[in-house]
């Protein structure tokens, strides 16, 4: 997806392609967990959709919750949630990070005799 060390800068374009396609990507791990964290709620814990979403949402933010769980299924795995969302957290930035860290690294490390080749 990104080019090698000795190889020129990307355009422009194909750099805004490859942001345009991090930013989707990051979309879709954001609504797969927001998926999984609205089934659970409404599995586990017996709330409506829209509180389910409500919840997972606050959750998969980094808000909190909003309504009081009642029992231990519920609150195992509204525990296994939140530590599932910080981990979709780090994995969306790395996802979103990516193509502008991997540009900066790749400016800094290209020679003036990779360009006259």
């Not at 997806?1 to 020129?8: D, G, I, L």
């Not at 355009?11 to 392609?17: D, G, L, V």
């Not at 540009?103 to 003036?112: A, P």
Request: hydrophobic share 55%.
């Amino acid at each position: 997806m990104f080019e090698r060390r000795h190889q020129a800068l990307a355009p422009i374009p194909i750099f805004m392609k490859r942001l345009v396609l991090c930013f989707g990507t990051a979309l879709l791990l954001i609504l797969a967990a927001l998926v999984i964290g609205v089934i659970g709620y409404h599995w586990f814990a017996g709330l409506d959709w829209v509180d389910s979403l409500l919840n997972a949402s606050m959750i998969l933010g980094g808000m909190g919750p909003v309504d009081q769980l009642t029992n231990t299924g519920a609150k195992v795995f509204a525990s296994a949630y939140a530590l599932f969302s910080g981990l979709v957290f780090i994995a969306v930035m790395g996802v979103v990070f990516s193509p502008l860290l991997h540009r900066m690294l790749h400016k800094f490390h290209i020679d003036d005799k990779d360009f006259h080749q």
